[in-house]
């Protein structure tokens, strides 16, 4: 009986030993706990945050949770469509869809904790899509669709301005924020389409009115070269029969100089030949000289001639046989 009992007390005192070994393992592996990488965790015991943990495996201790938080890049995606779209100061639908990239800043991981909640309840207690769509809505607001549609760029910018400003950066940074898809109700766009194909239809008339300008600008350069050639043809004309009646009156002043030269040098000659004769004329050629003057005149040759004066002049004639 005795070995029995020892048998069973044996047993029994293995079979402890073996659990509390289990208990031992156990307790020593629920002291510790892992962070994913790319990852933050905050260590709460009993209700009370003991600090942060980086990615791997820590040794926390007994009753201590750790809430991981993750810090890579997070994606959202806004419709401003339908009866959650924004509207200008119209009231006029206007529509797009908003992208947003944000992350978890890793130093404000534990007052996220605190002041938000878990990891997966930040979005929704922050509100963050509230945020995107009031930021879009406060901007179209103040502008008519038509200058929403001409002032594109300025608008996003001023849309993208305003969700910063409301977005809760204490705990997240935000990467890049896109506004695509911008657009308008069936009226608005119709309009504009139509405002399109009138532009289009001015700026094809416009071409033609250009084209016809430039055409009759052809026709009138081509005129006025044309008469600018004939000018010239003119003038060459006449300044050629310039220069032929030049040449002509040139020729005929050259013809009466050497005519008039002509002309002077035989006055000149006789002249010469008159002096000479005179110098060489004596009474007696003087007599026969008149004497050859009345007979070839066919009169009887007197023996006195009156002189001009009325004196008398009395030649001897030499008596002519």
């Known amino acids: 009986m005795k070995n029995r009992k020892g048998q069973g007390m044996g047993a029994a005192i293995g079979l402890g030993a073996l659990v509390l070994f289990f208990v031992v393992i156990g307790v020593l592996f629920a002291g510790f706990d892992t ?183 052809f026709k009138i350069a081509t005129a006025e070269g044309a008469k600018k050639e004939a000018e010239l043809v003119a003038d060459a004309q006449a300044y050629q029969k310039m220069k032929v009646a030049e040449a002509q009156a040139f020729e005929i002043k050259a013809i009466a100089e050497a005519e008039a030269d002509g002309i002077r040098a035989k006055g000149l000659a006789e002249a010469d030949a008159l002096r000479k004769r005179k110098a060489e004329l004596t009474d007696d050629m003087v007599k026969v000289l008149a ?4 007979a070839q005149g066919g009169s009887q040759v007197p023996q006195t001639i009156l002189g001009g004066d009325g004196a008398a002049m009395i030649y001897n004639l030499p008596e002519m046989k």
Not at 291 to 294: D, G, H, I, K, L
């Open 35 to 217: 962070v994913d990488a790319s990852h933050k965790g905050v260590k709460v015991k009993l209700g009370e945050v003991k600090g942060t943990m980086d990615p791997g495996l820590e040794w926390t201790g007994m009753f201590v949770d750790v809430h991981q938080y993750n810090l890579r890049t997070r994606k959202m995606e806004v419709k401003m469509e339908g009866a959650e779209g924004a509207v200008d100061r119209d009231g006029q639908a206007v529509y797009a869809r908003i992208e947003i990239n944000y992350r978890l800043n890793p130093a404000s991981v534990e007052d996220a904790y605190k002041g938000v909640g878990k990891d997966h309840e930040l979005e929704n207690v922050l509100n963050i899509d509230g945020i995107i769509r009031e930021g879009f809505k406060s901007v179209t607001s103040n502008y008519t669709s038509l200058e929403i549609f001409q002032k594109r760029p300025q608008v996003k910018g001023a849309a993208i301005a305003r969700m910063k400003m409301s977005f809760p950066e204490e705990y997240f940074v935000i990467e890049n924020v896109v506004i695509s898809n911008l657009d308008f109700n069936a009226a608005f766009k119709a309009a504009i389409e139509s405002k399109k194909v009138a532009e289009e239809t001015a700026k094809a008339e416009q071409e033609k009115v250009k084209i016809a300008e430039a055409e009759a600008n």
């Open 291 to 294: 004497y050859e003057a009345w």
